[in-house]
């Protein structure tokens, strides 16, 4: 962790104000004079608010951040925040005062931090301090130029987080023949477009089922995964020379695994829709980007992706309720059937 990011780890009791149960922006302005004193006056005033995504009492709320220097920029204010997203935004972006404003510091694929501690108010409470981003979401426009930066920041990502800690932790666990085995029990209850050809592509799933779950389960846990890349969670950052840069938000669902995963996850949010991502292929894309980094591309990344787009694209009917759409659902049928490999057109 750089020094140039607080980071405090307990209050004065006795200055501890009583948490608020109710919204966001009673939780943060309740918090809001600990917040300041502790940043040692640093942190101006909070705009707090209560983003869609948030629940229960967390909140966000955009400040300003004064350095010693006198100059000022732009800050997020987050609380609270999950012990795995607090760590990792730190240790990936925790940057020096007098380094903030570095080309090297604006090049860093995750947000800059000021401050973060674990407690708050006497309570633990995890909360961070980062840079403001101004613009939007690269899902505001998803261009081929947008999703191949997304692509090189997935893959710097991985490499520093790499360089930050050693991948040791068990990846997550996914119950692939529970899902199968759901997906053909939507098809009894029926409704699904194409039930006949559904049911033969689950069919011959269920014949290697075993085999494509062992494959999977064997492949090298080598890499620190974001575990949530869609364009969605990744901001512009501008840069002092003009240009934007790529910045992944959202560390909270970050996991040891084998890195075609992000690849995955990525191409996997536009099946049916790769035309608005500029037919980019995320995981051939992110081979190349690991390879330009020097990052090993750990055993034969293809059919690991192959693989995992059939236990991915059959549990695609077992969870209709909650994600997909008519193009997504016609593409996941198309893998089904070539095999695992993308049709170059919509099924």
Same mark, same amino acid.
């Given at each position: 962790?750089?020094?140039?990011?607080?980071?405090?780890?307990?209050?004065?009791?006795?200055?501890?104000?009583?948490?608020?149960?109710?919204?966001?922006?009673?939780?943060?302005?309740?918090?809001?004079?600990?917040?300041?004193?502790?940043?040692?006056?640093?942190?101006?005033?909070?705009? =707090?608010?209560?983003?869609?995504?948030?629940?229960? %009492?967390?909140?966000?709320?955009?400040?300003?951040?004064?350095?010693?220097?006198?100059?000022?920029?732009?800050?997020?204010?987050?609380?609270?925040?999950?012990?795995?997203?607090?760590?990792?935004?730190?240790?990936?972006?925790?940057?020096?005062?007098?380094?903030?404003?570095?080309?090297?510091?604006?090049?860093? $694929?995750?947000?800059?931090?000021?401050?973060?501690?674990?407690?708050?108010?006497?309570?633990?409470?995890?909360?961070?301090?980062?840079?403001?981003?101004?613009?939007? $979401?690269?899902?505001?426009? $998803?261009?081929? /130029?947008?999703?191949?930066?997304?692509?090189?920041?997935?893959?710097?990502?991985?490499?520093?987080?790499?360089?930050?800690?050693?991948?040791?932790?068990?990846?997550?666990?996914?119950? @692939?023949?529970?899902? =199968?085995?759901?997906?053909?029990?939507?098809?009894?209850?029926?409704?699904?477009?194409?039930?006949?050809?559904?049911?033969?592509?689950?069919?011959?799933?269920?014949?290697?089922?075993?085999?494509?779950?062992?494959?999977?389960?064997?492949?090298?846990?080598?890499?620190?995964?974001? !575990?949530?890349?869609?364009?969605?969670?990744?901001?512009?950052?501008?840069?002092?020379?003009?240009? /934007?840069?790529?910045?992944?938000?959202?560390?909270?669902?970050?996991?040891a695994g084998h890195w075609v995963e992000d690849g995955l996850y990525l191409e996997r949010q536009f099946w049916g829709h790769e035309d608005l991502f500029g037919w980019?292929?995320?995981?051939?894309?992110?081979?190349?980007?690991?390879?330009?980094?020097?990052?090993?591309?750990? %055993?034969? @990344?293809?059919?690991?992706?192959?693989?995992?787009?059939?236990?991915?694209?059959?549990?695609?009917?077992?969870?209709?309720?909650?994600? !997909?759409?008519?193009? @997504?659902?016609?593409?996941?049928? %198309?893998?089904?059937?070539? %095999?695992?490999?993308?049709?170059?057109?919509?099924?």
């Amino acid at each position: 962790m750089h020094a140039g990011a607080q980071k405090v780890t307990g209050v004065d009791p006795a200055s501890a104000t009583g948490l608020s149960g109710g919204e966001g922006q009673s939780l943060g302005s309740s918090l809001t004079p600990i917040l300041t004193k502790i940043c040692n006056n640093r942190l101006g005033e909070i705009d =707090w608010f209560r983003s869609t995504w948030q629940r229960g %009492g967390a909140a966000t709320g955009f400040s300003t951040w004064k350095f010693e220097t006198g100059r000022t920029v732009e800050v997020m204010v987050k609380l609270p925040v999950g012990p795995k997203e607090q760590s990792w935004t730190m240790r990936l972006g925790a940057v020096e005062p007098e380094d903030w404003f570095l080309p090297a510091s604006e090049l860093l $694929p995750t947000p800059r931090v000021v401050a973060a501690g674990e407690a708050l108010g006497g309570y633990d409470l995890s909360w961070i301090v980062m840079e403001r981003f101004r613009g939007h $979401p690269l899902i505001s426009k $998803p261009t081929r /130029d947008a999703a191949i930066k997304l692509v090189l920041a997935t893959a710097d990502f991985q490499a520093r987080a790499l360089g930050v800690v050693e991948v040791e932790n068990d990846p997550p666990h996914h119950d @692939y023949r529970s899902l =199968w085995q759901q997906s053909l029990d939507a098809l009894e209850i029926g409704g699904l477009e194409h039930e006949d050809r559904w049911k033969a592509a689950l069919d011959g799933v269920g014949s290697q089922l075993d085999d494509l779950i062992a494959f999977w389960e064997s492949r090298s846990i080598s890499s620190w995964c974001h !575990g949530d890349v869609h364009p969605g969670n990744a901001m512009w950052r501008r840069c002092a020379s003009g240009e /934007d840069h790529c910045v992944l938000i959202d560390l909270a669902l970050l996991h040891a695994g084998h890195w075609v995963e992000d690849g995955l996850y990525l191409e996997r949010q536009f099946w049916g829709h790769e035309d608005l991502f500029g037919w980019v292929e995320p995981v051939e894309a992110l081979a190349r980007a690991r390879s330009a980094l020097g990052l090993d591309l750990d %055993g034969d @990344y293809r059919e690991l992706a192959r693989v995992r787009r059939i236990l991915l694209a059959s549990a695609v009917p077992a969870l209709l309720g909650r994600e !997909g759409n008519h193009k @997504y659902v016609l593409r996941a049928l %198309g893998i089904l059937e070539s %095999g695992g490999e993308l049709p170059s057109e919509p099924a």
